[in-house]
């Protein structure tokens, strides 16, 4: 197999969480290529960032709308971006086996619409930050917090094996990525402790309305579906004269409908017994095969 054909079959079997991290690192290499050139030739590279991190004013964000999403793409040094991406990844994983991929950016983006409106809303609103001067969010951690906040809270007892830590509570440790953050706002970044806490608070509300039958994510996954459609071109058929014919149903017709109905309520009883597993022993407790198994399941949904 050929390296650029092993590239599109990795692109093409990556997941989300994948797709986000690849994102994610990519822009951020490009940023510093940028900026090294920008170094070596004496130009300012300032003004690039400039047009992609969040303003905390609204009249500097009315120029510059799409901010409140290209915010999430730019990270300030190594350590900022491998945090995020390790607790995307972290959390990202857990999340996939309960929801769908598009659920999942659902609650990244939105929690990153939700951490700078936060970030936004705090730093006009408090007095502790009135002499603040001209200030910046960037950052993937609102959006990142959504979805860790968002799955913890639907499996809050399950437990997960972390180094040195052993078999803790999922809830723990996000709670416990939670207070860091309420209890770090006046040591310094508060403004992204803030957003932090914004994307967290989505996450939450976001699995709390989906248990009560409420997808208020709904109306972004449509706008990102419309957004989609726009640059997807299909083919257009041929047309074709279609010629029904009723035929009568069969024994053997109903046989394989019985059949499917079975085969379905079989599949759909496995992996109502792996989430039980799950919720008890944890996700590692999975063998390869259910692990495979839950994965195939969930998309074919």
Same mark, same amino acid.
């Given at each position: 197999?050929?390296?650029?054909?092993?590239? &599109?079959?990795?692109?093409?079997?990556?997941?989300?969480?994948?797709? #986000?991290i690849a994102v994610?690192?990519?822009?951020?290499?490009?940023?510093?290529?940028? @900026?090294?050139?920008?170094?070596?030739?004496?130009?300012?590279?300032? %003004?690039?960032?400039?047009? %992609?991190?969040?303003?905390?004013?609204?009249?500097?964000?009315?120029?510059?709308?799409?901010?409140?999403?290209?915010?999430?793409?730019?990270?300030?040094?190594?350590?900022?971006?491998?945090?995020?991406?390790?607790?995307?990844?972290?959390?990202?994983?857990?999340?996939?086996?309960? %929801?769908?991929?598009?659920?999942?950016?659902?609650?990244?983006?939105?929690?990153?619409?939700?951490?700078?409106?936060?970030?936004?809303?705090?730093?006009?609103? %408090?007095?502790?930050?009135?002499?603040?001067? @001209?200030?910046?969010? #960037? !950052?993937?951690?609102?959006?990142?917090?959504?979805?860790?906040? !968002?799955?913890?809270?639907?499996?809050?007892?399950?437990?997960?094996?972390?180094?040195?830590?052993?078999?803790?509570?999922?809830?723990?440790?996000?709670?416990?990525?939670?207070?860091?953050?309420?209890?770090?706002?006046?040591?310094?970044?508060?403004?992204?402790?803030?957003?932090?806490?914004?994307?967290?608070?989505?996450?939450?509300?976001? *699995?709390?309305?989906?248990?009560?039958?409420?997808?208020?994510?709904?109306?972004?996954?449509?706008?990102?579906?419309?957004?989609?459609?726009?640059?997807?071109?299909?083919?257009?058929?041929?047309?074709?004269?279609?010629?029904? @014919?009723?035929?009568?149903? *069969?024994?053997?017709? &109903?046989? @394989?409908?019985?059949?499917?109905?079975?085969?379905?309520?079989?599949k759909q009883k496995?992996?109502?017994?792996?989430?039980?597993?799950?919720?008890?022993?944890?996700?590692?407790?999975?063998?390869?095969?259910?692990?495979?198994?839950?994965?195939?399941?969930?998309?074919?949904?």
């Open positions: 197999m050929k390296a650029s054909d092993k590239f &599109k079959y990795k692109l093409q079997t990556a997941t989300v969480v994948e797709k #986000l994610n690192v990519l822009v951020f290499v490009l940023i510093y290529l940028f @900026r090294t050139i920008a170094f070596l030739f004496q130009f300012p590279s300032n %003004f690039f960032m400039e047009w %992609f991190v969040f303003p905390k004013e609204p009249g500097e964000f009315i120029f510059k709308p799409w901010s409140i999403i290209t915010y999430a793409f730019l990270h300030s040094g190594i350590w900022h971006i491998l945090s995020n991406m390790l607790i995307l990844y972290f959390s990202g994983i857990y999340f996939l086996n309960y %929801f769908s991929p598009k659920r999942l950016l659902n609650y990244f983006f939105l929690g990153v619409i939700v951490g700078a409106l936060v970030y936004m809303l705090s730093y006009n609103l %408090f007095p502790a930050f009135a002499a603040t001067g @001209r200030s910046y969010l #960037l !950052g993937a951690s609102a959006g990142v917090m959504a979805v860790l906040v !968002g799955i913890a809270s639907y499996i809050p007892n399950m437990r997960v094996r972390l180094m040195l830590l052993g078999s803790i509570k999922f809830w723990y440790i996000a709670a416990f990525l939670v207070l860091l953050d309420v209890i770090q706002i006046p040591m310094g970044n508060a403004g992204g402790h803030l957003a932090h806490l914004g994307g967290a608070l989505l996450g939450y509300v976001y *699995t709390t309305q989906l248990q009560k039958g409420n997808d208020i994510g709904s109306w972004f996954e449509k706008i990102m579906d419309s957004f989609a459609s726009m640059f997807s071109s299909s083919p257009k058929k041929a047309k074709m004269k279609t010629v029904y @014919r009723k035929e009568k149903a *069969t024994s053997t017709g &109903k046989r @394989r409908s019985t059949s499917s109905r079975m085969n379905k309520n079989e496995r992996i109502d017994n792996i989430l039980d597993k799950i919720s008890t022993s944890g996700y590692d407790s999975l063998s390869k095969e259910e692990k495979d198994f839950l994965f195939k399941a969930g998309k074919e949904d």
